[in-house]
């Protein structure tokens, strides 16, 4: 009878979608949804819209490819398959390079003609799924106001100003555990009949989900099993721990400690509770979506959603599109853990070849079976941002409210304020969910040197500059009145020309014979063109190397360091942050082959960024390919990077 009370009441709520207008100077396709239903429309042609390479289209039966998959990151959720019935093994998945589907920051995209074709496909295709009406009768019913409290929904003053719309933020960094995850958690374990809860439930996680199963099951009563890869920082065991739950410390790498949750989940007749492919856990999250349309009243643009294995935009959606359709729900992915924005584009779930770690909390390579059935057909879209953007964001955030996210809770404001900016939105109402504050104390160095980048007040350039008298003094006349922050220099002898790097907001100059490095103040597009331009017409060629993480990461403390080295290759491995990881780098590579590099770059929990120079002759590279696969760690081949052929060589 309640639940039929609900459909009712809900049913009360429709109304006709009230022919809001798009976008100022938007580009990409109108995807407004009414009721679930995907119009089919012709994709944009402009040079925005996504450029996605041929490589992404080649076959997925190769057996090597498939060999070679590599480990999810973060909570890349262990539900490949649904949870419930699917038997498609992820090795079946088409795997796909996030580098393959990328297009301009803000620029609202992921959709294809295949998407539209697939959600036309899928309607009805899969018998046990929960159809519109059912989610949104199950969280107009859920009871997750047990442990998790209505979040605030607040007014972002200081941003509104500045980007010229009114901006809200859905503050779920302020749940008992700091991030939205104890919703869906408990949402799936409160239904659970007493039988079920007195066996026990288990899940694997590196973080949120982790804690808001411990809480769930606290208060419900239930014993909890929390199985943690070694790598795990010991402040975020020590939080679940002291919410009464046992933590197993297990695997270096997600998937192995998954591995041992479903080990033990069979062995001991526990419960295995997902972080996002379930029904249950799926409808758990959706009252975000509940909330905010009770919380804002009057016409609301969109609502920007954080996107990792889908979990949450997908309750979200499917209780907006069938209460409010006119809403746009938009999905906000980093731009290297891009999986949802894929799948969308090929109309089916992909796996990607590798994950970038920054955003842990959103660093999934396989989205959900249910969790993508319900995002390709509800979703609008899905905006891209890079790490540099999320890093200006979470210093928004702190300037805003003086609290800090987490990088995966920062991201839905960063795609908030790159769509506005990129279709120059003006006067509408947008919200953006906060969705996680479990930031890690040692990473707030990388993300204080990056935020100025994201917020375009530095600039890294490289200029090459003739070895002359009064050569530096050109340079920094024309370089002008731009502050600059960071300069280095270093001279040498063997070149006629040298290098300079500094950071003008961060700018990297080239000199034939010396190195110089500096950084530099705030500045705007046309100031920074007009200074590169002033460099071009005096015969200075010049790079911008704003977007080359290499040179960010690792390059520009190598100023001076170029030598001639026989047989050289450059590489970037991701360490697991633990004891012994450098050792069993060490052991599979030397002494069969000299290191000629070694870079270390911390990034928190999500592994350490190491640049890596290493000697190996043509007739070795087989020997040395295997070697690298064999060893587990992810890495990639810098050899082509412009910004280690300006530097280094």
């Known amino acids: 009878m309640e639940a039929s009370a609900a459909a009712a009441a809900a049913s009360a709520m429709f109304s006709a979608p009230s022919g809001r207008r798009a976008p100022p100077r938007r580009r990409g396709l109108d995807l407004r949804l009414r009721f679930g239903l995907r119009p089919v429309a012709a994709p944009s042609t402009t040079a925005a819209s996504a450029v996605v390479s041929s490589s992404s289209s080649s076959s997925s039966s190769s057996s090597a490819a498939a060999a070679a998959i590599t480990t999810h990151r973060g909570e890349s959720a262990a539900t490949t398959t649904s949870s419930s019935s699917s038997s498609t093994s992820a090795l079946t998945l088409k795997r796909v390079s996030p580098d393959s589907l990328q297009y301009e920051s803000g620029f609202l995209g992921g959709i294809s003609d295949q998407t539209a074709a697939a959600a036309a496909e899928g309607n009805g ?61 408990y949402n799936m374990m409160a239904k659970m009949s007493r039988e079920q809860l007195d066996r026990g439930v288990i899940c694997s996680s590196a973080g949120n989900h982790a804690q808001g199963v411990a809480l769930a099951a606290q208060k419900l009563g239930c014993d909890a099993v929390i199985v943690m890869p070694v790598t795990t920082p010991e402040i975020k065991w020590r939080s679940v721990e002291r919410l009464g739950a046992t933590v ?7 998937d192995e400690a998954q591995s041992c949750a479903k080990q033990r989940c069979e062995l001991e007749g526990r419960t295995f509770i997902p972080p996002f492919d379930h029904p249950d856990v799926i409808t758990g999250q959706g009252t975000v979506g509940m909330e905010i349309i009770r919380q804002l009243k009057g016409p609301l643009h969109a609502i920007f959603v954080p996107v990792g294995g889908g979990g949450l935009i997908a309750g979200i959606a499917a209780y907006v599109k069938r209460v409010r359709p006119e809403i746009k729900v938009i999905g906000v992915e980093p731009s290297d853990a891009n999986a949802m924005a894929l799948s ?28 993508f059935r319900l995002c390709r057909e509800l979703v609008d879209g899905v905006v891209l941002v890079s790490r540099d953007a999320i890093c200006a964001s979470i210093k928004d955030m702190f300037e805003e409210k003086r609290s800090i996210l987490e990088p995966a809770g920062a991201l839905s404001l960063a795609g908030a304020e790159a769509y506005c900016k990129y279709y120059g939105l003006k006067g509408e109402t947008v919200v953006a969910i906060t969705s996680g504050a479990n930031m890690n104390f040692d990473r707030l160095r990388l993300v204080t040197e990056l935020a100025d980048v994201g917020r375009k007040r530095e600039a890294v350039l490289a200029t090459i500059l003739p070895e002359e008298c009064g050569s530096f003094k050109k340079f920094a006349q024309l370089v002008g009145p731009m502050n600059i922050t960071e300069f280095k220099y270093r001279y040498d002898s063997r070149k006629e020309a040298a290098l300079v790097l500094y950071r003008q ?52 403390y190598f100023m001076g360091g170029r030598s001639n ?54 007739e070795e590279m087989d020997e040395f390919k295997n070697q690298a696969e064999n060893l587990g760690y992810e890495y990639t081949s810098e050899m082509n990077n412009e910004a280690y052929r300006l530097l280094m060589q």
């Open 125 to 185: 295709a899969a018998a046990e799924a929960l159809d519109p009406m059912e989610y949104l009768t199950n969280v107009l019913t859920s009871r997750v106001y047990d442990v998790a409290i209505e979040s605030p929904l607040q007014p972002a003053t200081k941003l509104s100003e500045r980007l010229g719309v009114n901006l809200y933020l859905k503050r779920e960094d302020l749940q008992p555990v700091f991030s939205f995850k104890l919703r869906g958690a």
């Open 248 to 254: 197993v410390l297990k695997g270096d790498s997600y």
């Open 344 to 371: 969308l584009y090929h109309g089916q779930r992909v796996m990607l070849e590798h994950v970038g770690g920054f955003a842990d909390g959103v660093a999934v390579k396989v989205v959900g079976e249910e969790t």
């Open 505 to 556: 907001i961060a700018v990297l100059i080239v000199i034939n014979s010396f190195a110089l490095n500096c950084s530099v103040g705030v500045y705007t597009d046309s100031e920074l063109r007009s200074m590169v331009e002033r460099m071009k017409s005096s015969q200075l060629q010049t790079f911008n190397l704003t977007n080359d993480d290499l040179a960010k990461d690792h390059l520009r």
């Open 565 to 618: 080295v026989p047989d050289e290759l450059l590489y970037r491995f991701i360490f697991p942050e633990r004891p012994g990881a450098l050792m069993k780098f060490l052991d599979a590579f030397s002494p069969r082959w000299n290191i000629s590099l070694f870079h270390y770059r911390a990034q928190g929990e999500t592994g350490a960024n190491v640049l890596v120079g290493i000697q190996v002759p043509k």
